[in-house]
């Protein structure tokens, strides 16, 4: 009753691929000291908020976005800014309580999502995070390949390549856990890893048969790549982002986004590749896969740490050039 039909067969698929990864490690001996526990475990069956993940959004949140949340308004927002300003983030929820119009009440109805974040979307990481990171992996995840691009926060590429396996999912259990592993051991060291997260699922037909599968080897990957910091980006988004055509010409749309940036003529980003990088990509076959986690990259920086939400779309309108920040 909370979430219309579209809504609810997203939040099953996502429960019902978190409960198979949770069944294959735990088959598979591998350790999941970074899962198993009750509260991952009570992730698999509901979508609320967490304690943790509101205490983050009343501690990370700058007041236009507490302002955007239901329930919260202007007055609300000015007294939890007060309260940081003063005390400094919150240690718990019921600090929150001690605010004048945070009643238990409300409190659990800002655990819903479509309370907390149908108005204004949270971040990917906090503000710390934010400050510090110096680079990233950007990852785009396939059934007999992968690629991923090592980037800094001055979009200088440091590794760029396309791996192959036989296949990731193998009909042995443990060789498909020991094929994630070895993706694992091939990805570089980074502050954030980003995972391309596969459009949503339908109920039947030759996209589900895929889809269900790829959605498990992405949390499986998630989950051997703890305790480091792990998010996952719709591949909309960065489609949205850079404007990229739906259909069969996405994929040339990506490549020639990727060759304008090679070439200097992109007027969004100035990317340092080598000279090794330009000879693998423009050789490579398929190029698709290494254009994805390029442009993935692009995306989770200018969104998440350069705060460039509109950026290109503003350059767009505006017919103007930009620079790296």
Sequence with gaps: RL????????IANRAFCKFQTCMLLSSSGMRISNIANLQSYRRCYSSDLTDNE???IFNTYNAKQLQAIKGIGKV????????RAANGTFDNLNQIKN???????????LHKPENCRSRQKSSLIDQNLRESLSSIVSIDLGFKNFAYVHMNRDLVILDWHKLSFPSVIATNLQQTCENILGIRQ????????????ASAIPSHGASFNTGIPLRILEALLYCVLQPQKVVSMNARTV???????????????AIKKVL???????LYHNVTFTSQQIAEFVNNRKKDDLSDCL???????DREVFDRHNNLTCLQEAGTTNTTP
């Design 186 to 197: 091939s990805l570089p060291a980074a502050d954030v890893y980003v995972i391309e997260q």
């Design 99 to 109: 605010i004048r119009g945070f009643s238990s009440k409300i409190l659990k109805d």
């Design 76 to 83: 609300k927002t000015g007294l939890i800014m007060d309260y």
């Design 239 to 253: 489609q949205s982002y850079f404007n990229l055509s739906k259909g069969r010409r996405k994929k040339a749309d």
């Design 260 to 266: 304008d940036l090679i070439n200097g003529q992109s």
């Design 295 to 301: 442009l993935q990259a692009l995306t989770f920086y």
């Design 54 to 56: 509101l205490l983050d």
């Design 3 to 10: 979430y219309p039909k579209s809504s609810f067969k997203m």
